[in-house]
């Protein structure tokens, strides 16, 4: 984006991207440096991932929040067996009410969709320790996904580090067919782009179609640019935006925010909404896309709607709309989980929620639940057809599922055949955007203690809290032993699985004995022989290692079982940074063939690391045949000086 330097004349044409970033910019120049730091305006975080992002800001020393709002919304362990989820939700309460955070009490909804209609705003920066964050590029955010520690600094106040962007203009003309709807959009888009590569862009959306979608339509294309890895996706802010945000009672939120005529991108992809049909991403990934019509007539046995994608009364109304008097097929079992309580209020008012419990749906809680494989887990060699953002291989928590993604309407009519419809042709109704939505902020709690904190409100520890580890200095000397192999396209899902683990969040001793369960269950005691022997445990993997989620114990796990460098094909960027805060060394392979040349078990040399973090980043190792790898660690000056003491909480001089 090289025309975006704060520096710029007042007449250059800006898109929206260059506008928040020249708003919000306090570190670097976007048309000089490889990355910037930038104010950071609101936070969220979820108690996934919010646990862990809490006991570091604590562990900072920070009396209160410094930012302009910060809210923690519990959304994903819900299901409360055993004690673990509900001791989280208390020390989350008392975190919140100590530290001037605004608390989403379990049951008021999924924090994306919660987050957008009751605080999102347009022209803002948004950090959530969740890589659907994005989701508030729906109504003119700067909204950007990140891990748990990134966050905490940002609550301190601190600036956050992103790749100078380059800037992709997806330039939308005509309206969509009936029948169609976003997520076949986004599935469009990930079809082109694929899963892989995208590091460092963000996706703007532009053009004529883009008055013809809806707010609701709008986050779930920027929802699910996280399955591309770019830094995050935007829309304008328009008379569409105002609209939502004045039947939200939020008016006053509303500013204009639209490319100026003439602003620059580095590329543009161009859809035609008319042409869209509707799409589907096929088992075990959100890139593999197919459309509809080509598996027309599958037997399907679940059919799950909901997930922070596509959840909003717009989605789910429209389903019910289908549904409308008719059952599902007795041999497919259909969930359904609303994004909000807002949202199940509406459908409980306007009928829709007896409509699905009459065709014979289950009406789910409105929380991340079975999008996680928390629960509604399908039976062995189903398939699977969901309206969430994910399916990689075993996160429904069912190995051997086949999970394909889809459009509510798709959702919708399959679920009335039991396999697979397109729903081009059908009776689809269309969902006028709400003119005043209902607004009830009551499991919101403490807002009036927001930025202050109640300084001496006691914080609540159940046994399941303990405290966050902290990184060691990189040692001058280091012999490294190759722990695991792995593959291409290695999810944060295969290196620290959720699902029925999930509960350990706050207890990284406990979660680091799943590291890697999905791939290699003996991952765990093997690290902990070597680290116990001196040795440096090292990460051999393929392309695009990290895709997914952000949930930092991927890095923090590994951190804890002696991991001091992961060396990939290459790494995707929220994993990557996550890397770095926890002291793990970002290596690449200079010439990617040389990954033929390790495997597990293998000794590695690797005495020059510290000095390689350093300096330049460039890594000769000699392997035990003799040969020589060269890898590359590309790092910032900031990078390079939170890997050398240890990661982010080192630097800090975290207390625990
Ligand atoms: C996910 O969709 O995988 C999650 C759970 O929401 C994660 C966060 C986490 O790991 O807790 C995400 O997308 O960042
Ligand atoms: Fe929750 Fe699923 Fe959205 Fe992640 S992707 S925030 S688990 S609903």
């Known amino acids: 984006m090289k025309k975006s330097s704060k520096k710029q004349s007042a007449k250059t044409p800006m898109n929206v991207v260059e506008k928040i970033l020249a708003a919000h910019l306090v570190e670097g120049d976007p048309a000089m440096d490889a990355e910037v730091g930038i104010r950071i305006d609101q936070t969220l975080t979820q108690d996934a991932t919010g646990t862990m992002a809490y006991l570091q800001f604590e562990s900072m020393g920070v009396p209160h929040v410094r930012n302009e709002l910060a809210v923690s919304y519990v959304d994903h362990n819900t299901v409360q067996i055993g004690y673990e989820n509900a001791d989280d939700h208390d020390f989350l309460a008392s975190v919140a009410r100590r530290f001037g955070v605004i608390y989403s009490k379990c049951g008021n909804g999924i924090c994306h969709q919660l987050h957008l209609e009751r605080f999102g705003r347009p022209g803002k920066t948004l950090l959530g320790s969740d890589s659907h964050t994005p989701t508030g590029g729906g109504i003119g955010m700067m909204a950007i996904g990140a891990g748990g520690i990134d966050i905490a600094v940002a609550m301190a106040g601190g600036a956050f580090h992103i790749p100078s962007p380059k800037v992709r203009g997806i330039r939308l003309t005509g309206r969509l067919p009936r029948g169609c709807s976003a997520k076949?959009?986004?599935?469009?888009v990930l079809e082109k782009f694929g899963t892989k590569g995208n590091v460092g862009?963000?996706?703007?959306?532009?053009?004529?179609?883009?008055?013809?979608?809806?707010?609701p339509s709008r986050a779930t294309i920027a929802n699910m640019g996280a399955e591309l890895g770019v830094t995050t996706s935007v829309f304008p802010s328009d008379a569409v935006t105002r609209q939502f945000l004045e039947a939200q009672g939020r008016a006053g939120d509303w500013i204009e925010l639209v490319a100026d005529k003439g602003a620059a991108y580095a590329d543009v992809f161009e859809i035609d909404l008319s042409a869209i049909e509707p799409m589907m991403a096929a088992p075990h990934s959100p890139g593999n896309v197919v459309t509809v019509k080509s598996m027309k007539g599958t037997k399907v046995n679940q059919i799950m709607i909901g997930s922070c994608t596509n959840s909003s009364y717009r989605d789910i109304?429209?389903?019910?709309?289908?549904l409308k008097g008719k059952h599902v097929a007795d041999d497919v079992e259909v969930g359904i989980a609303c994004g909000s309580r807002q949202v199940v209020n509406m459908l409980a008012e306007d009928g829709s929620l007896a409509i699905l419990v009459k065709a014979g749906c289950r009406i789910l809680e409105n929380a991340c639940g079975f999008c996680i494989g928390a629960h509604m887990s399908p039976r062995t060699g189903a398939i699977s057809l969901r309206t969430n953002n994910r399916n990689f291989e075993g996160r429904s928590g069912t190995k051997s599922a086949q999970v394909y993604l889809v459009s509510p309407e798709t959702a919708a009519v399959s679920a009335l055949e039991g396999k697979v419809v397109s729903p081009l042709g059908a009776k689809i109704p269309s969902v006028p955007a709400p003119k005043k939505f209902p607004v009830d902020d009551s499991m919101f709690l403490y807002r009036d203690t927001a930025g202050k904190g109640v300084r001496r409100a006691e914080i609540v520890r159940g046994p399941n809290i303990a405290p966050v580890p902290k990184g060691e200095p990189l040692a001058e000397k280091c012999?490294?032993?190759?722990?695991?192999?792995?593959?291409?396209?290695?999810?944060?899902?295969?290196?620290?699985?959720?699902?029925?683990?999930l509960k350990f969040r706050s207890n990284v001793p406990e979660y680091a004995k799943f590291v890697f369960e999905p791939c290699d269950s003996s991952f765990h005691d093997r690290c902990l022989a070597a680290k116990a022997s001196g040795l440096a445990n090292v990460i051999v993997a393929g392309e695009s290692y990290g895709q997914g989620s952000s949930r930092e114990h991927a890095a923090l796990c590994p951190m804890y079982l002696g991991v001091k460098a992961v060396i990939a094909k290459s790494i995707e960027r929220i994993h990557r940074a996550n890397l770095v805060n926890f002291g793990i060394v970002p290596l690449?392979?200079?010439?990617?063939?040389?990954?033929?040349?390790?495997?597990?078990?293998?000794a590695i040399d690797l005495s020059g690391l510290r000095a390689a973090v350093a300096?330049?980043?460039?890594?000769?190792?000699?392997?035990?045949?003799?040969?020589?790898?060269?890898?590359?660690?590309?790092?910032s000056a900031r990078e390079r000086e939170l890997l050398l003491c240890g990661g982010l909480l080192a630097s800090l001089g975290g207390r625990h």
Do not use: C, N
């Open 184 to 188: 076949d959009v986004i599935l469009k």
């Open 201 to 215: 862009w963000i996706f703007e959306y532009f053009g004529p179609g883009v008055k013809t979608l809806d707010v």
């Open 317 to 322: 109304r429209t389903v019910a709309l289908i």
């Open 479 to 501: 012999r490294g032993v190759v722990a695991i192999k792995v593959g291409d396209k290695i999810t944060t899902d295969h290196i620290m699985p959720a699902g029925a683990r």
């Open 588 to 602: 690449v392979f200079d010439d990617q063939g040389d990954y033929d040349l390790l495997k597990q078990g293998d």
């Open 615 to 635: 300096g330049d980043g460039r890594l000769a190792v000699k392997l035990q045949d003799g040969r020589t790898v060269i890898l590359v660690a590309s790092l």
